[in-house]
Each structure stands twice: as C-alpha cells, then as structure tokens.
C-alpha cells in the first residue's frame, strides 16, 4: 500500500511540476482522497489546455519584458553622446508627461511601457515603426531581436495550434463514444 501510495505521489508531483501550481510539502500534506481530486483535475483536458494557455501567456510577457529592459539599457549605454531611438522618439502629446519631450526625459514607467511596446510589436512581427534605432548598437540588437521574435511566434502560434488539436480530437472522441453508446440504445431498444 505505502509504494502505491509513493507512486500516486509521483504522479501527481509530475503534474503539478509542469502546471507549477505547488511546492512538495504542500503535496505531501494532501489526504489520499484530495489527492486523487486534484490529480484528475489536473489530468483533465480543458484544465491542461487552459494552463498550456496560461504559460504560453506568460511566456510572451516574459520575453518581452526582457527585450523591453535590453532595449532600454542600450539606449542608456548610447548616454555619452550616441544617438539613441529615446532622444529621437516624441509622443503624440498624450498629456503633459510626455508632450512633445523625448523619450529619455519620461517617468521611468512611461519608458518602460514604450520599450515594451516596441519589444511586443517587434516579437509579435507587427513592427509599427513609430520607435525605430537610431545608433548601429540598437540596429543589432533589433536585427536579435527580429529573429528571436519571429521565432518565438512561430512557437506560440504552433502552440496554440497544438492545443485547439487536442481539443478538436478529445470533443470528437466524446461524440464518437456518445454516438457508439445511442446506437447501442437503439438497437437494444430495437431488439426488445
């Protein structure tokens, strides 16, 4: 029973390690009874897809916070005299922060919003072009980031595409098993 018991275990630390929803000793404190609860919502379809959607969220905002601070720390290394894309960027004059100042003399939440813009259209390959380099520093690192982002595209969309397959054919299987199971009625009824 204690090795039955050690395997459910491991199962469930499996699961619950790929969904990183809880640490092991808060695993270890489940009941047997909530721990079969909460290995089969777990291994459900639609709680699966719905973390995989989740993660693969994450994983984007992730990735473009970290493109949005490198492309802010190279327009601060460009300080001694290189032109940067923030001293050429101007807002629209949205309200009185930003009115017609270049990007460098903005709150710093107003910077890092923009940097996360550009490093979202950039990864999502939407590109605006409002916020373009400037020195060749920021040129290289957009041509990186270009690539990085196209690729990491491709990896959300075949993602997401995986995940509405699997959902496809879990909805089918349901339906043929629900049909199998009418049809079996029918003829029974039918051979009353």
């Known amino acids: 029973l204690s090795a039955f018991r050690a395997l459910k275990v491991l199962k469930i630390m499996r699961v619950l390690k790929v969904a990183k929803v809880l640490r092991l ?3 270890l404190k489940f009941s047997q009874e909530r721990a079969a609860e909460l290995e089969e919502l777990m291994l459900t379809s639609s709680t699966a897809s719905t973390l995989k959607l989740f993660q693969l969220a994450l994983m984007a905002l ?10 802010a720390g190279i327009a601060r290394a460009a300080e001694a005299g290189d032109t940067a894309w923030w001293r050429a960027y101007r807002d629209g004059a949205d309200d009185d922060a930003t009115a017609n100042a270049p990007a460098d003399r903005w709150r710093a939440s107003d910077q890092y919003l923009v940097c996360f813009y550009w490093a979202m259209t950039t990864m999502t ?11 060749n520093a920021e040129r290289a690192f957009t041509v990186v980031a270009m690539v990085a982002g196209g690729a990491f595209y ?3 969309v075949a993602s997401i595409a995986s995940i509405v397959t699997q959902v496809d054919a879990n909805a089918n299987s349901y339906y043929e098993r629900m049909d199998m199971i009418h049809t079996c009625a029918r003829r029974a009824a039918h051979a009353r």
């Open 25 to 27: 000793s808060k695993i």
């Open 62 to 71: 992730a990735v473009s916070h970290y493109m949005a601070c490198l492309w």
């Open 125 to 135: 390959t939407v590109g605006y072009g409002d916020i373009c380099p400037e020195s």
């Open 154 to 156: 491709g990896y959300i």
